[in-house]
């Protein structure tokens, strides 16, 4: 999965499942995803196409997926203990 700067979320390349391994670092903006919303979601810039997207939580509420709006990129972030409250995420 990815990483953001300022708030990086950074990928590593996918294993043989397709899955990405992500990471990240300090929030910079912890507007998205806020209790507003319908459904959480995740803010990340696509570094691949130089877009933003969102990440949807899942039904069984154990991870975040979604692709890149431009290339079609899948990615995914798994929900857990000792996790972040970022909101905000970028891949490369």
């Given at each position: 999965?990815?990483?953001?700067?300022?708030?990086?979320?950074?990928?590593?390349?996918?294993?043989?499942?397709?899955?990405?391994?992500?990471?990240?670092?300090?929030?910079?903006d912890s507007a998205a995803g806020s209790p507003q919303s319908s459904k959480p979601w995740l803010m990340v810039h696509f570094a691949?196409?130089?877009?933003?997207?969102?990440?949807?939580?899942?039904?069984?509420?154990?991870?975040?997926?979604?692709?890149?709006?431009?290339?079609?990129?899948?990615?995914?972030?798994?929900?857990?203990?000792?996790?972040?409250?970022?909101?905000?995420?970028?891949?490369?």
């Amino acid at each position: 999965m990815g990483a953001l700067d300022g708030s990086t979320f950074a990928s590593r390349p996918a294993d043989e499942s397709g899955v990405l391994d992500c990471y990240d670092t300090p929030q910079r903006d912890s507007a998205a995803g806020s209790p507003q919303s319908s459904k959480p979601w995740l803010m990340v810039h696509f570094a691949c196409c130089h877009a933003y997207g969102r990440l949807y939580r899942n039904r069984a509420q154990t991870l975040y997926s979604g692709c890149c709006p431009r290339c079609g990129a899948r990615l995914s972030a798994r929900i857990g203990p000792g996790g972040t409250a970022r909101r905000m995420f970028q891949a490369r």
